[in-house]
């Protein structure tokens, strides 16, 4: 029964696909190919001859991750100098991609939600109510007493030329766009 749930699922889903790192070179993939070759005649060698292959197995290890070192080095060096180059030339935009993506921090949201009391609400249907509660106190709320006297005159209206636009207003213009907008 459990190899039907297991050959329909291979067949309807399939395997997910692990996404390789950048970083790693083809020979060290091929490294790690010949290691997982390893570790599979380790497990189903016996006696003598599993602690040989325990020992290649080993020595595999450590070649595979002496190999993934020096590539992380090598990727890392390349994109110290990419970002050497961009500061050099003055683009910062690729500048603080080029950080962002070395320093791996991902930007996420506080989902920390509190009561009024400060302590952390940790079940969803809580934190839910406590929003609805939140809203009902900000957006209902009594009207204010002081009333604003709208008998005042409003300032005169400033004049602007309506004519047709010059070809020294759109140069003008065009200059003081930022260097991603779309001309158009």
Known sequence: MSEIYLKTSEDILGYKNKERKEWISEKTWALIMERKLLKSKTNQATGEQQERTKDLYNSKEKEVKKNAKADKKAYIDK??????????????????????QLSGRVNTNSTNIKDKDGQTICKFEKQLERWKEHFEEV???????????????????????????????????IKNLKTTKLLG
């Open 139 to 173: 957006l209902n709320r009594p009207e204010p007493e002081i009333s604003v006297d709208r008998t005042e005159e409003a300032p005169p209206p400033i004049e602007i030329e309506m004519g047709p636009i010059t070809d020294d207003e759109i140069k003008a213009a």
């Open 79 to 100: 994109i110290a100098e990419e970002a050497e180059n961009a500061s050099k030339v003055g683009d910062m935009r690729k500048l603080y991609n080029i950080t962002k």
